[in-house]
């Protein structure tokens, strides 16, 4: 496979005929890699009509033949080895290392849903029996199973170029689920997106399936997200991006005639909660943990720890001059893109102009192009409520520290504050009484909770909850990492009285799937 | 208990200070019952922040408390006899046996959800062991549980003062959710709306739950509504009514800082599609049964059978001149309300104006205020397709029939529908290989899908589904009826490495709930 700046669409590949451009190497600000064309008008209405077509062999495929398409996809994923580092790599500005791990952690997360599919685990059908005799009416034979929305529309994020990308967790969950998907290649990576693109449209073609089950557009301005959000033909939408990015998807589905939901992930500060006692007793080994946390991946992580907040003591003060010194000694890094770098700096100078900030770290210039520098802030619990702007995400190594005066103001900021991907506690045995208080309130402002560690690092498993209270997502009541991403892009259907020949095999009634069901309110032992 | 036209903000009961209504006996156009006085903003407030207090320790009673909870609900208002008949017959015109019936059906619900709360089969929990020794990094414990989204807003519906208003399917899922209600009552029934409102305000009281776990509000108008739906300390809306009103509070509810989820039940024309070996061996039965369901309560339910979809014959043409008489010898039917007449005899009259449009039944007046006759229109496909009002629901117990020319033309039909509560198919043996790729369509339009039955009468079980594809529910993923219904109300939460002393008992290391949960990929057997 071989990137050639081409559409996918279906088995075809073509070049796209709106205007064109090329991904930019943040390293260098030079342009790398093929032209590509943005996609047209009719390129989607293509797309979307493969789709369609698509939609009702592919729901129908066999447990067995959609998990060893997922399988395929790994494995050609797997097999791009030198090309696809070089060409993330030059993309993206990040090192081999993280390439090399982030294609590990994709492939992992590929095979995860083939097996949740293999394994039912995604669906629980459910029965309840005819009541013949029931008085004064009887009951008919009901039955629950799961049909997915139809075609979905996937827009991949910047900062993971293959785990929250083309054939990322959005991508394989609504595969997994029986939903072909048309995906937009994120501007900062088409390269990237090509290659993967390719590895998913062989899949599709080794495995016999409709060609309409994959297609990558590419566009190098907005009409082409509009136009798929719009399409009568999408039934649901996975974003990982900016909040003001997913909000402009989600006004765009909310207006349609039929308005669809969008699963937006949108980031967050996902604070970290550092008690007193801890920051007594283990502040060497959290201004550690800390600094790498904040600084991993130029800190353009979804749960980058943006926000600190901790209890006004001299132990306090030192501990940030022990992370401002850490910052300072840590290696400039290069962003993923020009435009994130300098809304980095644009970000990170709005703060250094505010009033009642302390600054931690030195400003430094950038000495090659679109080099970050890690950035440490702290102010009072009061100027923090009063001005919301320092509760806004900075995309990048940047984080302010909120001095509070005490649990309960702790408590105060923790109710002011918007939800959150993630919080963290951060404390010592003896942190309890006051840790406890807190959770209550951080429960409910958040997907995920830790304690004593850092946010950034999202495992792929069965309770993931990569997600949170509006603006961390548009659902809270959903994620997009793990194997319960595949229930945003399903819903129940109820059968009352389905011959047995009609009826899906999940709930027929000699149970041949062998799967797990809820029968009469009790599950079967299988 | 005694009704006195009082607003119910926690344990108070409040005269409303802004404009006064009554309610209709729509059987004499005469007013009935106590003189209601709106909600002014204050009140509003005042119940949101009642709400708010009673949150944290609403969501965290024990499985036990809630349960207790709602059965001394379902306790109260099965005490209620002579008086609740009486008011809810004097504000419908509902007959006294289909109040008693309702009745019934709303008691039973609420112990069904009293036992799912009980039995933890309204959660899934969760967990992935901690893998200290994974390489290259470690795996954190991680453990999924619930939490409530927050206090729920719920507007009941006018067809069911009972099953689906202040003690319904909306109010009684959210609170087995743990989360405090506020309802805001149907104007079409305020007095029973406030008599079943006593009732739970009086569980409230002898449970010991914070008050503000349920109020009831009255509006002449849409103002509480709108500030209700816009309030911030709302997380959830729980809605059953037409289309307009539905995506009214959609608006709202996607237009605040922080959008919030509408599950708007907003019906549907439930298509019956009657195949050609069915209409010779089954006319009779058909006819029968058609005309039960779709005079039923005078065609007030969601789930009346609104459209008849069947292939053009001779027989046909026998079944509609059969149906037509039935239809002209059942007896005339109060409606709920004059507004709901008037709309009816509206959408009557536009049909009639029709082109193209055979009607099977005669033009009755009414004879007494708001009594409805049925009506039966029927018209070409060709025509249906070409005009979008003949597939707008009429509530009331109207039908059109689509005359179709073959499968193709069916198939067709059914992939221009818009999404539904029901679909029908009535078939005979020898129709099973043209049901099958009906179903096959089908299964994409609605939430449930009957066979040789009629879609009024929605059972209350685990696996109904009241819901299905835009519009006829704002989020197909969920249901107003059955068990799951608790799920919108629930969101995940994933708690990682989180001490003991602090995690939810769900999820707790020893499992002291007795819970069957999901742990590492597998069910435990408990």
Not at 153 to 173: C, E, I, K, R, W
Not at 369 to 393: A, G, I, R, W, Y
Not at 430 to 441: G, I, R, T, V, Y
Request: contains cysteine; hydrophobic residues 40%; proline residues 7%.
């Amino acid at each position: 496979m071989s990137i050639a700046g081409k559409l996918l669409l279906g088995q075809d590949q073509i070049q796209g005929q709106e205007s064109s451009f090329q991904a930019i190497n943040p390293a260098t600000n030079k342009e790398t890699g093929p032209v590509y064309g943005s996609a047209t008008s009719a390129d989607v209405d293509r797309a979307c009509a493969l789709a369609t077509e698509a939609f009702q062999s592919y729901r129908q495929t066999s447990a067995e033949l959609r998990a060893h398409f997922l399988d395929t996809i790994a494995h050609h994923i797997e097999q791009l080895d030198d090309e696809l580092v070089t060409i993330a790599g030059s993309e993206t500005g990040l090192p081999a290392a993280r390439i090399q791990g982030e294609k590990g952690r994709t492939i992992g997360q590929i095979k995860m849903f083939a097996e949740v599919v293999r394994s039912g685990l995604w669906q629980t059908p459910a029965l309840d029996s005819a009541l013949p005799d029931r008085q004064p009416l009887p009951r008919p034979d009901l039955r629950r199973s799961y049909v997915p929305l139809g075609p979905v529309a996937v827009f991949g994020a910047s900062n993971f170029p293959l785990a929250f990308s083309v054939a990322g967790g959005d991508t394989l969950s609504a595969l997994a689920a029986g939903a072909p998907v048309i995906a937009k290649a994120h501007n900062a990576h088409p390269g990237t997106s090509e290659i993967i693109g390719l590895a998913i449209q062989q899949a599709v073609k080794d495995c016999d399936l409709h060609p309409g089950v994959f297609s990558l557009l590419f566009d190098q301005g907005f009409e082409v997200a509009q136009q798929l959000v719009s399409h009568p033909v999408i039934k649901a939408v996975g974003f990982t991006g900016s909040q003001a990015g997913g909000e402009a998807l989600m006004k765009h589905a909310a207006a349609r005639p039929e308005p669809i939901p969008v699963f937006a992930e949108m980031g967050s500060t996902n604070p970290v909660y550092l008690l007193p006692e801890a920051l007594k007793t283990k502040a060497g080994e959290f201004a550690e943990g800390y600094c790498a946390s904040l600084t991993m991946g130029a800190g353009q992580f979804c749960t980058n720890p943006g926000l600190l907040i901790a209890i006004d003591s001299p132990e306090l003060d030192a501990l940030l001059d022990d992370i401002g010194q850490r910052l300072d000694e840590a290696e400039p890094q290069t962003m993923l893109t020009p435009g994130i770098f300098r809304n980095y700096a644009q970000k990170v100078d709005k703060l250094l102009s505010k009033n009642d900030m302390t600054v931690h770290t030195p400003c430094k210039s950038a000495i090659a192009p679109n080099q970050c520098h890690p950035m440490l802030f702290s102010v009072s619990s009061e100027t923090f409520l009063n001005d919301k702007t320092l509760s806004e995400e900075v995309f990048g190594p940047s984080a302010v520290v909120v001095r509070c005066t005490d649990l309960e103001d702790m408590l105060h900021i923790t109710r002011s504050l918007e939800g959150q991907l993630t919080v963290t506690l951060y404390c010592d045995e003896n942190d309890h009484s006051m840790a406890k208080p807190l959770f209550q309130e951080l429960e409910l402002k958040a997907g995920r909770i830790l304690f004593n560690g850092f946010p950034t690092g999202v495992e792929v498993c069965h309770t993931m909850v990569h997600g949170g209270p509006y603006p961390a997502a548009s659902d809270s009541r959903t994620t997009s990492v793990g194997s319960s991403a595949i229930q945003r892009f399903l819903r129940p259907v109820c059968y009352q009285n389905i011959p047995e020949a009609l009826l899906p095999p999940a709930i027929d009634s000699q149970n041949s799937l062998n799967l797990r069901r809820l029968q009469d309110g009790s599950y079967n032992d299988r």
